[in-house]
């Protein structure tokens, strides 16, 4: 539960800290006061919206701190979520939310103490507290909500979630088979055109290196003259002689020589005959390699030819397919792996029609199960509402959920009768049907019910709602709107029956003095100025106080007020007194 609210410049409010404690709390004051401005700062703690108008006027920065005390249910929804951002902590009991806003538009969000994103902020928070503010009857009317307030009741978010996922698979096959059916056309354009491709480069018989190769083969070919000169002019300068000059093979001969007669005369010098004769050896080795190079040296202008030619094919697919000889061979590799899969498509498309096929079924037999257990709940959720509807002074009122499906011969789920239009909550259209007037039939929310009686529909419903929501803390902001004193003090009593028995904490923003009798706590918010500016402040009524308040919220003045006041409060202790020690 909530324990501790502090609020620091935000919008009129200086600075507050509340103290919450278990059971029903009422919040009342003037309007304008900073009531709901209270329940917009807990709103962005728990990671609502956040706009920089929030900021008082004058300050850089607001910030909103709530801790929660949590219980052992509470815990198993939360710790899981924490340890997977690495962010459990020793003390699983408290858990405090912090959300500062500053001017320039950024703002920072702290999970006891530790900085985490708004997502993970707005995650936990949906664990800990449920806001239901004004206007939310607004809503009611709308039969787009009705579906998740019927499969909240029902406890059927798990169910719905796993048909979600099947139904996302469902689309997104389908959108690729319509893709490809749409695509036959210029698939087939593009099939000829990756075939020719391939067959051009592979008609080429290109391998890695040949264009080097062939490149130094027709650089040898056009220079093949020069080759055999100089080749010729050095095997004649070591092996023959030029001229009347001898041979370098003939001097190599003579230096080995002289020096075997040295060794011969100072064996320590054997080392030079060694490395001469070292030498002499590898002259007659690359004089044979150059010689063997000269006899390959021939003039052929057909093989120039045909070199020049590789050399033009391979230019000219490096100007289609690359930058570079690789390039053309990985083109080649790229084109062949997509014709593989324009080849396979038409295989695609059979079995995607077959896999879809199947999963239309699939979607049909859990969207079934899932109405059938709705239509189960919607029977309870009628009676229920009944139920507090008579409390709420609307004896005669009817509650109804209608059902409806949309037949798709051609593109439904299959269900035992046909085959109907589908979505990711199923195959259900459901709207919640009225009747306020006895002998009326049920109609729509929004043609039948008055505003008085939309607002008491919508705490009907709530109520009914809270017993089966697991959120440990329900704020309510005014949603005694259209409603008078009489219905006030049965509204009151629920509130506090949902925190009582229950379970709950409910924190209830109310100008209905009936209603605010029966909390359990008062809160009373009024505007101060100071200093030529307007404060929030926050009292924690006693006794009196609160006699005094509910007395100001009667609207009539003196001992007939106070007494007003105190016989609601009498009341209001009388009834739980009578409630509680019953177990009810």
């Not at 909500?145 to 029902?154: E, G, I, N, V």
């Not at 092996?239 to 230096?255: H, I, K, S, T």
Request: aromatic content about 6%; some cysteine; glycine content about 8%.
């Amino acid at each position: 539960m909530l324990t501790e609210l502090t609020i620091r410049d935000f919008a009129i409010i200086d600075e507050l800290h509340l103290t919450f404690r278990p059971g029903f709390t009422a919040l009342t004051g003037e309007t304008g006061a900073g009531k709901s401005i209270i329940l917009d700062a807990m709103t962005l703690a728990l990671g609502g919206r956040a706009d920089t108008s929030m900021v008082r006027t004058g300050c850089e920065r607001a910030y909103v701190e709530a801790a929660f005390e949590l219980t052992p249910a509470v815990q198993a929804l939360i710790v899981p979520v924490l340890a997977a951002e690495e962010l459990d902590g020793e003390d699983s009991d408290f858990l405090v939310l912090a959300r500062e806003l500053r001017l320039n538009g950024r703002n920072s969000c702290r999970l006891n103490g530790r900085v985490v994103n708004l997502t993970l902020l707005r995650e936990i928070g949906e664990y800990l507290v449920g806001i239901h503010g004004q206007g939310e009857h607004l809503a009611l009317l709308k039969p787009q909500a009705h579906l998740p307030l019927l499969d909240a009741y029902a406890s059927l978010d798990g169910e719905r979630q796993a048909l979600a996922g099947v139904v996302k698979q469902v689309r997104a096959d389908q959108r690729e088979l319509a893709e490809r059916r749409r695509s036959e056309q210029l698939l087939a354009q593009r099939l000829d055109l990756l075939r020719f491709q391939i067959e051009e480069i592979d008609a080429a018989r290109l391998t890695a290196g040949e264009e080097e190769e062939l490149q130094a083969e027709a650089q040898r070919l056009a220079n093949v003259e020069q080759l055999l000169q100089f080749s010729t002019e050095t095997l004649s300068l070591l092996v023959e002689g030029d001229e009347g000059l001898m041979p370098a093979a003939e001097l190599f001969n003579q230096a080995e020589r002289a020096l075997s007669q040295l060794a011969r005369l100072d064996p320590a010098q054997q080392s030079f005959l060694e490395r001469l004769q070292g030498l002499a050896f590898q002259l007659g080795e690359w004089t044979d390699e150059l010689r063997h190079y000269q006899e390959q040296l021939e003039f052929n202008p057909g093989r120039l030819s045909f070199v020049e030619e590789r050399l033009q094919l391979i230019g000219r697919l490096k100007r289609k397919y690359g930058g570079d000889l690789a390039a053309v061979l990985q083109h080649r590799e790229t084109a062949a792996a997509e014709l593989s899969q324009i080849e396979q498509s038409e295989e695609r498309i059979e079995a995607l029609v077959l896999l879809i096929e199947r999963q239309l079924r699939a979607v049909g037999q859990m969207a079934e199960a899932l109405s059938a257990h709705r239509q189960a709940a919607a029977d309870q959720l009628a009676q229920a509402v009944e139920i507090e509807l008579a409390d709420l002074q609307m004896e005669e009122a009817q509650f109804a959920v209608h059902f409806e499906r949309e037949p798709d011969p051609a593109n439904g789920a299959y269900l035992a009768d046909g085959r109907y239009a589908f979505d990711q909550s199923g195959i259900d259209r459901v709207e919640f049907l009225v009747s306020a007037n006895q002998g009326e039939p049920p109609r729509p929310l929004a043609r039948v019910a008055s505003g008085g009686e939309t607002a008491r529909l919508m705490l009907a419903l709530k109520t009914v709602l809270a017993r089966v929501d697991a959120t440990p803390t329900l704020i309510f902001d005014e949603i005694d709107q259209g409603i008078g004193g009489r219905v006030g003090d049965v509204v009151g009593r629920k509130l506090w029956g949902l925190a009582a028995n229950g379970g709950h904490q409910v924190i209830v923003v109310t100008h209905l003095p009936q209603l605010a009798g029966y909390g359990d706590g008062h809160f009373y918010v009024s505007k101060q100025q100071a200093v030529g500016r307007t404060t929030t402040a926050v009292v924690n009524l006693d006794m009196p106080g609160r006699v005094a308040e509910l007395a100001a919220m009667l609207g009539t003045q003196g001992e007939h007020a106070q007494g007003g006041a105190a016989a609601i409060l009498r009341q209001a202790e009388q009834y739980k007194a009578a409630v509680q020690p019953a177990g009810q």
